[in-house]
T-cell receptor, first 117, second 117 residues
C-alpha cells in the first residue's frame, strides 16, 4: 500500500451536489493537511489536523468542511461549490506532534481532480 | 508575509544538458527550504531539503540545491538531465519559530521542466 492515497482521483459535480473527498495515510503520521492546487497559482494550504484536532483553518469558505475521524483518515466534505473551486485537491501527512515541528517532511497523495460545473 | 518566487514558469532543455531552476524567498527570519517534484497525475514528492549545516544539499535523482542566505535563494541544479526528469518543480519555505502553525509551508508557483531528446 502506498503512503498516502486519495479517492476519488477525479470528480465532476454540479453546484448543488454534496460529495466527499477521502484521504488515507499508511505512514503512522499524526498530522494531515488539505491543499488546493489551482492552475497558475501556488499551492494553498486549507486545513491542518494534528492528532485529529484541527489546528489551522486558512480562511476557507464554509462550503468546504473537513473531518478527521482518526489519525489515518481525512475527509473533505463539499457542498454548494462554485466553478472557481475546480482544482486539484491534495492531501498530505507528516509525522508531526502537538508541539509541532517545522522540519517534518510532508508526504503527498496523488490528488483529486475536481471539476465543478 | 512570506513569499516564494520561482523566476521561470517553464524551462525547456535538451537531454544531458545541465539545468538550474531558480527560487528566491522573502523572509527576515531563519527558514527551512524544500524542493518538491510533481510528475503528471501524481502528488508532490520531496526532492531535497535544507534544515541546517552545509549549504549544498544533495537530493534524489541526482539533484542538488544550494542555500544562499545573503541572496535569499535556493536554486536547484542537475548537471545532466534525462527525459524522465520532465515534471513540475516546486520550491517551498517554512519559517523557523514563526507562530505555532504546524508544518506551515509556503510554495512557489512552480517551474515546468521539459526535457527534449
Amino acid at each position: 500500500e502506498t503512503g498516502v492515497t486519495q479517492t476519488p482521483r477525479h470528480l465532476v459535480m454540479g453546484m448543488t451536489n454534496k460529495k466527499s473527498l477521502k484521504c488515507e495515510q499508511h505512514l503512522g503520521h499524526n498530522a494531515m493537511y488539505w491543499y488546493k492546487q489551482s492552475a497558475k497559482k501556488p499551492l494553498e494550504l486549507m486545513f491542518v489536523y494534528s492528532l485529529e484536532e484541527r489546528v489551522e483553518n486558512n480562511s476557507v469558505p464554509s462550503r468546504f468542511s473537513p473531518e478527521c475521524p482518526n489519525s489515518s483518515h481525512l475527509f473533505l466534505h463539499l457542498h454548494t461549490l462554485q466553478p472557481e473551486d475546480s482544482a486539484l485537491y491534495l492531501c498530505a501527512s507528516s509525522q508531526g506532534t502537538v508541539a509541532g515541528t517545522l522540519t517534518d517532511t510532508q508526504y503527498f497523495g496523488p490528488g483529486t481532480r475536481l471539476t465543478v460545473l | 508575509a512570506q513569499s516564494v518566487t520561482q523566476l521561470d514558469s517553464q524551462v525547456p532543455v535538451f537531454e544531458e544538458a545541465p539545468v538550474e531552476l531558480r527560487c528566491n524567498y522573502s523572509s527576515s527570519v531563519s527558514v527551512y527550504l524544500f524542493w518538491y517534484v510533481q510528475y503528471p497525475n501524481q502528488g508532490l514528492q520531496l526532492l531535497l531539503k535544507y534544515l541546517s549545516g552545509s549549504t549544498l544539499v544533495k537530493g534524489i535523482n541526482g539533484f542538488e540545491a544550494e542555500f544562499n542566505k545573503s541572496q535569499t535563494s535556493f536554486h536547484l541544479r542537475k548537471p545532466s538531465v534525462h527525459i524522465s526528469d520532465t515534471a513540475e518543480y516546486f520550491c517551498a519555505v517554512s519559517e523557523i519559530g514563526r507562530g505555532s502553525t504546524l508544518g506551515r509551508l509556503y510554495f512557489g508557483r512552480g517551474t515546468q521542466l521539459t526535457v527534449w531528446p
